[in-house]
């Protein structure tokens, strides 16, 4: 009865990810909104940080 | 602090996106989905996993949070909190991941019924042997760490007008930490018998991270014999001040 009505309301996941805090990120580059590709690796030399937000998508 | 935003949306929906909402930051393309299965993994629907990621100006994971309910998102201001301890000025190091509910403060209402197995003590009232009984609980529950809470608990039975109980809860958290296998135990005082014991299993269950369920077992040990109670209940999972 739990594990069924965890369907309900939790998203179905079905790969879940594998990074791990202090684990290093491991690097990628994808392409932007403008159609440059940008690597992890560049938006670290900018700052202190990068956030990485995952999202759905736009609708 | 740089912002990445990542979607399977094509450069031109995020271009869309971007001037619809003035975002001012890059939104990038994961088209297949490697880089969203990797850092916070994808749905049934093949769709990202919504969840936050912060990498260190040394390439290291900082943070990580993943929704895996609809409702399970940080505030911005949760956020800000994190990123400012994160970048190490205020308070410990952000490291946990995954499910807040298991830190959380949890005020449960507990009802259901069991038996009284054996009545025969002074101040059994009549009948001895085994009887039906019903329970009513409402305790305070407060998490130490991921495995250990500490708690109160005020009961009502058939058998005793009000008994209060301190409570020491080990936990083994299941399904990424939504829910949990409990063992708890403890001392308590009762109005009309005085002191008892109490120990007990249960199956924790947040449906929600600001609301559970719990399935126990519960033995009362008293002086007019020992109460074996079954009981389904709900909580109120409310975030501690202090965490």
């Keep these: 009865m739990l594990a069924s009505s965890a369907c309900i309301t939790t998203l179905h996941v079905t790969t879940p990810g594998t990074v791990a805090v202090d684990a290093a990120a491991p690097p990628f580059t994808l392409p932007a909104q403008d159609g440059h590709a940008i690597a992890l690796a560049d938006e670290l030399a900018h700052g202190p940080m990068v956030a990485l937000v995952f999202y759905r998508g736009y609708w | ?243």
């Design chain 2, 1 to 243: 602090m740089t912002v990445v935003a990542i979607s399977k949306d094509t450069p031109e929906d995020s271009r869309v996106f971007a001037a619809a909402d003035h975002l001012p930051f890059v939104l990038l393309t994961d088209a297949d989905g490697a880089v969203s299965r990797t850092y916070s993994g994808v749905t049934s629907d093949s769709n990202t996993l919504p969840g936050i990621v912060l990498v260190r100006h040394d390439g290291r994971i900082a943070f990580r949070q993943v929704a895996t309910a609809k409702d399970d998102r940080m505030s911005t201001a949760e956020l800000f909190a994190t990123i400012d301890r994160t970048l190490g000025t205020h308070g410990p190091a952000a490291d946990h991941a995954g499910y807040v509910a298991l830190d959380r403060v949890q005020l449960r209402f507990d009802l259901g019924g069991g038996a009284l197995l054996a009545s025969d003590g002074p101040h059994a009232r009549g009948a001895t042997g085994s009887r039906g009984t019903g329970i009513g609980m409402l305790g305070m529950h407060v998490p130490l760490a991921r495995y250990l809470m500490i708690g109160a608990r005020a009961d009502i039975d058939r058998d005793e007008v009000l008994a209060v109980d301190a409570l020491a809860t080990l936990r083994a958290p299941l399904w990424r930490g939504a829910g949990a296998l409990e063992l708890s135990g403890g001392p308590g005082y009762g109005i009309e018998h005085g002191t008892q014991a109490t120990g007990g299993v249960g199956l924790w269950f947040a449906w929600a991270p600001t609301w559970s369920l719990q399935l126990s077992a519960t033995a009362i040990v008293r002086d007019p014999g020992t109460e074996l109670v079954f009981t389904l209940g709900i909580a109120s999972l409310i975030r501690a001040p202090w965490r």
